[in-house]
């Protein structure tokens, strides 16, 4: 993230600390709703979706307020 940052290949703004625990809660929270459910589905499906979501949130394309 600190390189996407120097090469404004993410939004100036942001908060790198606060993207990885973002990115972290992302994954947490759903291997726990995984636990709950008794390992009933599979996590690889959520992972791919989830690292999509995140990814396409952090490009300098789109606006974000300061």
């Not at 993207?19 to 499906?45: C, D, E, K, P, V």
């Not at 959520?46 to 394309?61: D, F, G, M, T, V």
């Amino acid at each position: 993230m600190s390189k996407g940052l120097r090469e404004s290949e993410v939004h100036t703004n942001l908060d790198v600390d606060a993207a990885a625990f973002t990115f972290q809660g992302m994954i947490q929270s759903t291997a726990t709703i995984s636990a709950l459910n008794g390992y009933s589905w599979s996590l690889n499906r959520w992972r791919r979706q989830i690292l999509e979501i995140y990814k396409n949130s952090l490009p300098a394309s789109i606006q974000v307020p300061a």
